[in-house]
C-alpha cells in the first residue's frame, strides 16, 4: 500500500513492456540514435531501448533515463546496467546540459494539479514558458513534461510517449496540442478499447511525434482494440481545428459521414447549443457534504427545527422521468437517502436553538470547521449560495447523462450541475427533448472518459451539447410518451424523441437517426469496456 501511495504522489504508474516496446520500436529506427527517457522509473523503456538498439546493430547502446526518485532509479539500474541513469527533476535539467537525444520515449508523470504545487508547479510552468507555451495553473505535470522533453531533441527527431486521454479534451491540452503541430512534422495519437493502466482513473493514448522543428503536415488519430492492433482504424484529423481548439478524439471514433452529418446538423438554425438557452453551472458548495445533508432520521435524531432544513438532490441516480417531481424526492426520503441540507442563517450561533448548537459542536469536534471550505467562511457552518434552479443535470454517470427539470424545486449541491434557462425560456421541452439521438452523441463528443465507465460533463463541455427545442404543440405528448416508455430499454425513449424532434421538427430520415445512435452507442461502448 505504501508503494503504490508514492507512485500517486510521484505521479508514477509504470508502463508494460508491450506498450514500452509498441512505442520503442517505432521511435528507434538506427542503432545509432541516442535515445531518453525523462522519466525512467524501473527501466522498462529503457530496457526495451536497449534491446532494439542491439537489435540494429549497436554494440554500445547509448540510453539515457532521468528519474526524481533514487528507489526506482536502482530497480532500472538492475534492469539495464548499461544504462545512464540521472537522478534529478527533470524540470532542473536543460537541454544545454545534456546531450543531443535522435529520440524521447516514456511515460511522463500523471500527477493532478491539487498535488503539483510549490516548486514543481513554478519549475514546470517555467519549462512550458520556455517551450513557448503558457499553461494555466489547472495544468497537470504531464503537459510540462511533454513540453520541455521536446526541447531535448535534435532537428527532426521523434517522441514517443504514453499520454492520458485528456490530450484530446481538457482546456490546458490545447495549448499542447498546438506545440506539437507547430514542432513536428508528423504527428499521431493511438486510442485503446483495452486500458494500458489498470490504476489509473483515466483512460491513456499512445502519442508519436516525428520531425522535430517542423510544422506538421499530418496529425492521424488511430483507434485499436488493443496494442496488437485488432481493430485498427486511422483518420486524417483536422490540423486546423487542432489549431482553433476544436479537436476532440472521440470525434474521429465515429465514421466520417456521421461527422458530417454532425457538423451539418451544429450549423442548423433549428438546433442549438445548451449554453444558449441556459447557464450550466455547480450547485453549492458544503465542504462536508455528509454533515450538512442529512436524511429524515438524522434531522429528527439530532431535532433540527425544519425551518433550518432545505429539500435537496444529491444524485439523479434512479430517476428515469423528465421532471424531478415532488413525489419522486419523497420516495428517496422514505428510502433513508440525505434530501435535507441544514441551512442556517450567517449569523452567531448563540441565536441558533441549544440542539442546533449541539450538532455543530459535534461537527466541530469531527474536525469539519478547519476544512478549507468551511473555514474560509464567517460562519463556518453558514452554506452560502443555496438557490433554487430551473434544472439538473448529471455530472458524472455510467450512462447517458440526464437533464430533469426542478418540479420540485429543490437545491443541489456542487455533485450535479444545475440550469438556469434565460428568461421566457421553459425547461421543460429540452429535457423532453435530450433524449434524442442526437442529444446523446452530442454528449459523447462534447464529455468526456474518466476511465472505469465513468464519464463526465463539465459545465462548458454541457453547454456545448446540441439539443432541439421540439414543437411547442407536442412537448406535452411526448412528455407522456416517454413517461409511458420508462419500463423499457432507454433506447424506445430514444426512438420517440427522435420521431419528434429530429423526424418532424428537423426532416431527418429513419437511417439518419440511426447513423447517430449507432454512433453514441459506439463511443459510450468504448468507455465502458475494461
Known amino acids: 500500500m505504501a508503494t503504490l501511495t508514492l507512485q500517486k504522489s510521484l505521479g ?21 540514435e541516442v535515445v531518453l527517457d525523462p522519466s525512467c522509473g524501473d527501466g522498462v523503456f529503457l530496457s526495451a531501448a536497449h534491446s532494439r538498439l542491439l537489435q540494429l546493430g549497436c554494440e554500445s547502446p547509448r540510453v539515457y533515463g532521468v528519474d526524481i526518485s533514487a528507489d526506482t532509479l536502482r530497480l532500472a539500474h538492475e534492469r539495464v546496467h548499461e544504462a545512464h541513469l540521472i537522478h534529478n527533476d527533470f524540470f532542473d535539467m536543460t537541454p544545454q546540459s545534456a546531450p543531443v ?6 511515460n511522463p508523470p500523471f500527477i493532478r494539479y491539487q498535488t503539483f504545487n510549490g516548486d514543481k508547479e513554478s519549475k514546470g510552468h517555467k519549462r512550458a514558458s520556455e517551450a513557448g507555451v503558457s499553461l494555466p495553473r489547472l495544468a497537470s505535470s504531464w503537459a510540462p513534461f511533454v513540453l ?36 513536428f512534422r508528423h504527428v499521431a495519437v493511438e486510442m485503446f478499447r483495452d486500458k494500458l493502466f489498470n490504476e489509473l482513473s483515466q483512460s491513456t493514448v499512445l502519442l508519436f511525434c516525428d520531425g522535430y522543428g517542423e510544422p506538421c503536415r499530418t496529425f492521424l488519430v488511430a483507434s485499436s482494440d488493443d496494442l496488437k492492433g485488432n481493430g485498427r482504424q486511422a483518420v ?19 465514421p466520417e459521414g456521421v461527422r458530417q452529418l454532425y ?15 441556459a447557464d450550466v453551472g455547480i450547485g453549492y458548495v458544503t465542504g462536508a457534504n455528509d454533515f450538512f445533508h442529512m436524511s429524515l432520521a438524522e434531522c429528527e435524531r439530532w431535532d433540527i427545527p425544519k425551518r433550518f432544513l432545505r429539500p435537496c438532490v444529491l444524485n439523479l441516480r434512479g430517476i428515469k422521468d423528465v421532471e424531478y417531481t415532488r ?24 441565536v441558533l436553538p441549544p440542539l442546533v448548537q449541539h450538532y455543530l459542536r459535534y461537527g466541530e469536534a469531527n474536525g469539519l470547521a478547519s476544512r478549507y471550505k468551511c473555514r474560509i467562511r464567517q460562519f463556518w457552518y453558514a452554506v ?39 428568461p421566457n425560456c421553459e425547461p421543460l421541452p429540452y429535457a423532453a427533448s435530450w433524449r434524442s439521438s442526437l442529444t446523446r ?47 423499457q430499454p432507454t433506447e424506445h425513449a430514444t426512438e420517440i424523441t427522435d420521431r419528434y424532434v429530429l423526424k418532424r421538427k428537423l426532416g431527418l430520415s429513419n437511417a439518419d437517426c440511426c447513423l447517430l445512435l449507432d454512433a453514441a452507442l459506439k463511443i459510450e461502448s468504448w468507455r465502458k469496456h475494461k
Request: positive net charge; aromatic residues 8%.
Open 236 to 254: 486524417k484529423a483536422d490540423i486546423a481545428a487542432i489549431k482553433d481548439g476544436r479537436f476532440r478524439f472521440t470525434h474521429y471514433l465515429i
Open 101 to 106: 537525444f535522435d529520440c524521447v520515449v516514456g
Open 384 to 422: 452560502p449560495h443555496v438557490r433554487i434552479t430551473d434544472a439538473f443535470l448529471s455530472y458524472m454517470s455510467g450512462e447517458q447523462p440526464l437533464l430533469v427539470t426542478n418540479a420540485a424545486n429543490l437545491v443541489a449541491p456542487n455533485t450535479v450541475h444545475v440550469l438556469r434557462f434565460v
Open 327 to 350: 413525489q419522486y424526492w419523497k420516495v428517496m426520503r422514505e428510502r433513508g437517502e440525505k434530501v435535507y441540507l441544514l441551512a442556517l442563517p450567517a449569523a452567531a450561533r448563540d
Open 148 to 183: 520541455h522533453a521536446s526541447r531535448f531533441l535534435r532537428a527532426g527527431g521523434r517522441l514517443a510517449m504514453v499520454m492520458p486521454a485528456e490530450l484530446g479534451h481538457a482546456m490546458y491540452a490545447r495549448a499542447v496540442l498546438r506545440f506539437l503541430v507547430s514542432n
Open 441 to 487: 452523441l452530442s454528449c459523447e463528443l462534447e464529455g468526456h472518459a474518466l476511465g472505469g465507465g465513468l464519464f463526465k460533463l463539465e459545465p462548458s463541455e454541457a453547454e456545448n451539447v446540441l439539443v432541439v427545442r421540439p414543437p411547442a404543440m407536442q412537448v406535452q405528448t411526448l412528455v407522456t410518451q416517454i413517461r409511458q416508455s420508462l419500463a
Open 263 to 277: 457538423q451539418e446538423l451544429a450549423g442548423d438554425r433549428r438546433v442549438q447549443r445548451l449554453g444558449e438557452v
Open 12 to 32: 508514477a504508474f509504470y508502463t508494460e513492456e508491450p506498450a514500452a516496446t509498441r512505442l520503442v520500436r517505432w521511435a528507434i529506427c538506427d542503432g545509432s
